[in-house]
């Protein structure tokens, strides 16, 4: 696609609840990020793929946060058993990837998640 | 650890006035990258400017500049003649090995008709 498309757009859920969040990247970029941005806050980074496999995923803030690339392009960030404390636009971003990436990262519009 | 700061939560502008916002970071190492981030309403974050900090010279986009400062580890964003479509939240990053980023919490810009 032209940009990074995220869905849905707003998701509203109850405590508890299941929760998944779609990444579609540019296409051709190999990296793929996900990022946590709470209200007066700067993106917090969640996990990182370069291809189909977490490079890095020490962002991600406990065992109920899962996410997985299987093709090497849509991501699929999971959430289980909802907490409110997770409420939060939960942003993507590609990149071309490869070794050291010294571009820019090409963000979606987000993903905002109320939990309530 | 690596940590990014800006210290000005809002910062306000006259229209085709001046305006910097700044940022500092923390880091030990010698090589790596820093950049500013705009995001509109829209909630779509988009590259502003990219500095390297093994160059010396100072970052310029049209209307943006940098001001580098890799002793003092700031880097301050200039924005020249300011103009209503620049009214959001900017944001500082640092990268050092390019596949983690560090944002601060924000500066948000008001341009004032």
């Known amino acids: 696609g032209a940009g990074v498309s995220q869905t849905p757009s707003n998701k509203v859920t109850e405590k508890g609840k299941y929760v998944e969040l779609r990444c579609d990247p540019i296409s051709g970029h190999t990296a793929l990020y996900w990022y946590r941005q709470s209200l007066g806050q700067g993106p917090e980074f969640l996990i990182y793929f370069q291809g189909t496999g977490a490079a890095d995923d020490s962002g991600l803030p406990n065992d109920r946060f899962f996410a997985v690339r299987p093709e090497g392009s849509v991501s699929t960030l999971k959430i289980q058993r909802t907490e409110r404390g997770d409420s939060a636009v939960y942003l993507c971003?590609?990149?071309?990837?490869?070794?050291?990436?010294?571009?820019?990262?090409?963000f979606g519009e987000g993903s905002r998640l109320t939990v309530l | 650890a690596q940590t990014v700061t800006q210290s000005q939560p809002e910062m306000s502008v006259q229209e085709a006035e001046t305006v910097t916002l700044s940022c500092t970071y923390d880091t030990s190492e010698s090589d790596y990258y820093l950049f500013w981030y705009k995001q509109p309403p829209s909630r779509q974050m988009i590259l502003v400017i990219r500095q390297e900090a093994y160059k010396q010279q100072n970052a310029t986009e049209n209307r943006f500049s940098v001001n580098f400062q890799k002793a003092a580890k700031s880097f301050s964003l200039k924005i020249s003649d300011s103009q209503l479509g620049d009214a959001a939240m900017y944001f500082c990053a640092y990268s050092f090995t390019g596949n983690q980023f560090y944002f601060g919490t924000g500066t948000s810009l008001t341009v004032i008709p």
């Open positions: 971003a590609s990149s071309l990837g490869g070794g050291k990436n010294t571009g820019e990262l090409f």
